[in-house]
């Protein structure tokens, strides 16, 4: 191969891998957001006995995990 083809070669392949980079992150953020609104939508079924033995609790902006040393133990009614 002459080095004119293989230059014209190598930036082709270097332009197709950004873009195929580019597909694969926007799928894996699509992936991430779906898993997060299929977990919400579980959570969202929960009542309030349910999500404290999953030590979870439910918050304005979603949910929040229970720790005792943290939030204190008024949490753990």
Request: with cysteine; hydrophobic share 35%; net charge positive.
């Amino acid at each position: 191969m002459s080095y004119e083809i293989d230059s014209v070669f190598r930036s082709r392949a270097q332009s197709r891998s950004i873009v195929f980079t580019a597909l694969r992150i926007c799928a894996d953020e699509l992936r991430r957001y779906f898993r997060r609104r299929a977990t919400a939508r579980a959570l969202s079924h929960l009542n309030e006995e349910e999500l404290k033995d999953i030590g979870l609790m439910r918050t304005g902006q979603g949910y929040r995990e229970l720790h005792q040393n943290r939030y204190g133990a008024k949490l753990w009614k």
